[in-house]
């Protein structure tokens, strides 16, 4: 099982023996796992059954997260004089995805989404925006908002910790993001006019990616999504940990490392990606690949 902020779609696979409940599983079921131990379990996915491939004597389920409505879902709507929280909510009603916590976000004088992209690219666009992550929480409900950890797990060498790599990167000087779709350079409240002229935004300066998003149509929030771009890339020291199972850690939470000589592995880290593995060789375990700024 994979869940991550950085993955379009949570995602989960479960082999076992074909029993009469799992044989009457079909595509587009509702499906949620728990896992921990004894009786002490933790909700650790919600979504839906994509695939389902029966063998002689077991049954191999393949399920993504309620994300995947959003990624089918195309549509073309102008929304005007509306935050990027209120566009959120209202795209998740029409693609049938429930919102969590989601939050305002920036005001915006015109936003246009069209059929040519999945409507999960423009949701994407506006968290960039705003400086948001967006994912899916246990609760099967959509999170559009801003790294505030309420929640702190303590991780300690020689007592969670069963193995853990990291990795120190250089960050970026500067982001330049282009527009594929260029619309007004006059300004947020003649968003309506169409120019020939390129829509780029920078932040930073100095050499670093270059990305082109089908999503930004003027400069404003060029801007945003390479300024948004350029803070993930100082995110440069990445750690993935392994630990036996620990459900109750989830996206957004953050991961504070306890006992190690290495000081860039002492601090809070914030938790990107889980995956949680249960098999008769090694039991229940989790990897967290969590990062923070070195």
């Not at 968003?191 to 390129?198: I, N, P, S, V, Y």
């Amino acid at each position: 099982m994979r869940l991550s902020i950085d993955a379009r779609a949570d995602s989960f696979e479960l082999v076992a023996q074909d029993t009469k409940s799992l044989s009457k599983v079909r595509m587009g079921d509702p499906v949620t796992i728990s896992l921990g131990f004894d009786s002490r379990r933790s909700t650790v996915f919600s979504g839906l059954v994509d695939e389902v491939e029966a063998g002689i004597s077991s049954v191999r389920l393949l399920g993504l997260s309620q994300m995947v409505n959003l990624m089918k879902l195309r549509m073309s709507q102008t929304y005007l004089k509306q935050n990027s929280g209120d566009i959120v909510k209202d795209m998740c009603t029409k693609a049938s995805v429930s919102p969590g916590n989601v939050q305002d976000g920036g005001a915006l004088p015109s936003f246009f989404v069209s059929k040519d992209l999945p409507t999960y690219e423009y949701v994407r666009a506006l968290a960039e925006k705003s400086g948001y992550d967006v994912y899916i929480t246990t609760k099967n409900k959509l999170d559009f908002k801003d790294y505030n950890p309420k929640t702190i797990h303590d991780l300690t060498f020689g007592k969670d910790v069963l193995s853990v790599e990291a990795i120190w990167l250089s960050p970026a000087e500067g982001v330049r993001v282009f527009g594929e779709s260029p619309s007004s350079t006059r300004g947020s409240d003649t968003a309506h006019w169409l120019t020939k002229d390129d829509v780029e935004g920078s932040a930073g300066s100095g050499t670093g990616p270059l990305l082109i998003d089908a999503a930004v149509r003027d400069k404003s929030t060029a801007n945003a999504v390479a300024k948004f771009k350029l803070a993930q890339t100082r995110q440069t020291l990445q750690v993935s940990v392994i630990s036996y199972g620990k459900p109750e850690i989830t996206l957004g939470d953050s991961v504070n490392l306890k006992g190690f000589n290495n000081q860039l592995l002492r601090g809070g880290f914030k938790v990107r990606t889980i995956e949680h593995s249960f098999n008769k060789i090694s039991g229940f375990t989790t990897r967290i690949v969590c990062a923070k700024e070195a």
